[in-house]
């Protein structure tokens, strides 16, 4: 069941823009034990949501790495969502009516920021575990920066330490795509639908890359009656239907934005410098086939986080490898959470 915390305060941006308060939408699983010491915080990607039960699979099980029988797993919607916590869908306090375009932009720092609130709210000085994938791992990055003795053991997959232009790309060209939809600009919550579902399919691109698409989408052996017809075309309309049910086109061009403002190095000594101040027992994990984060972009994590822990999953998934690969997964957390 989802919680709600309301910080009844000012919460200043970086963008320089004031909200007047805040609300954070967040899920819990599992009992807090008497000294506080079993929380699992897990931080969700772009367009997930506090349940993370729901969104990935074999993890908040019996004997899975988020066990609710072991760990008292918290998990917090992001600034700029549309899943309960302020963001473009919610109430603006100085107007009475939803915020729509009107949203600021807001950065991955501003989510942590928001999360650390949370925390405190929860009586929460301490995580066994700090966990993220994707934009999740871009939190959990910030947040050991920004607050070093928070998480005893963190895991970062498939993510990196700053938005890297190929990302950025892929962002930019799908707020090309909600751009080009004429009601986006209306203060409805319709406004700009069908641009985001168009955005979507090209975010599908990115998230699984040639070999996975060849893999699921190949044409069934039985030809077409039509040379035109394929089966991924279905896939991809499919795909940006089922965003369009569920999501906010305002909230998802904002949050491509909070995206595109990662840079640990930002307003610091360096990417580097930044790493080297982590002191969590760190895990790193990456996909052979990620497009949107290679392992060649963990390289720089790898080689400044001191201590870490590196693996590669072997997938043909891309990004999405860390949502279909639960049992190496599992397998690779377990170890490293049971070797301390």
Not at 191 to 201: D, F, I, Q, V
Request: aromatic fraction near 12%; proline fraction near 4%; include cysteine.
């Amino acid at each position: 069941m989802t919680k709600i915390f309301k910080y009844d305060k000012e919460f200043s941006l970086e963008c320089g823009e004031v909200l007047p308060s805040l609300t954070v939408a967040y899920h819990t699983y599992g009992e807090l034990n008497a000294d506080k010491s079993n929380v699992a915080w897990v931080c969700h990607a772009l367009t997930a949501n506090s349940d993370v039960a729901d969104w990935w699979p074999g993890t908040v099980e019996a004997g899975r790495f988020l066990d609710p029988a072991e760990y008292f797993v918290v998990c917090a919607n992001i600034l700029g969502s549309c899943y309960g916590t302020t963001g473009p869908t919610e109430i603006n306090p100085a107007t009475g009516e939803p915020w729509y375009g009107d949203f600021p932009k807001v950065t991955i720092r501003d989510m942590v920021r928001a999360h650390q609130l949370l925390a405190q709210y929860l009586g929460i000085e301490h995580v066994k575990l700090l966990i993220g994938s994707s934009v999740g791992g871009f939190q959990c990055l910030e947040w050991s920066v920004m607050q070093p003795d928070f998480a005893e053991n963190c895991v970062f997959i498939a993510t990196g330490a700053q938005a890297y232009p190929w990302g950025v790309a892929f962002n930019e060209s799908q707020r090309m795509a909600i751009e080009s939809d004429p009601t986006f600009g209306d203060a409805t919550a319709e406004a700009g639908l069908n641009g985001m579902a168009t955005a979507r399919s090209i975010a599908l691109l990115s998230y699984r890359g040639g070999k996975a698409y060849d893999k699921t989408q190949a044409d069934p052996a039985e030809p077409y009656d039509s040379p035109f017809m394929h089966r991924v075309l279905s896939y991809q309309r499919y795909q940006g239907e089922k965003l369009r049910r569920r999501f906010n086109a305002y909230s998802y061009y904002r949050l491509l934005q909070a995206y595109d403002s990662h840079n640990l190095g930002r307003g610091r000594e360096s990417v580097q410098a930044a790493l080297q101040s982590i002191k969590a027992r760190v895990l790193l994990v990456s996909i052979t086939s990620d497009l949107l984060f290679p392992p060649s972009d963990h390289q720089v994590m790898v080689d400044n986080i001191k201590g870490s822990e590196y693996h590669v999953i072997d997938s043909d998934f891309g990004h999405d490898g860390f949502l279909v690969e639960s049992d190496k997964l599992n397998g690779i957390i377990q170890s490293f959470i049971k070797e301390k």
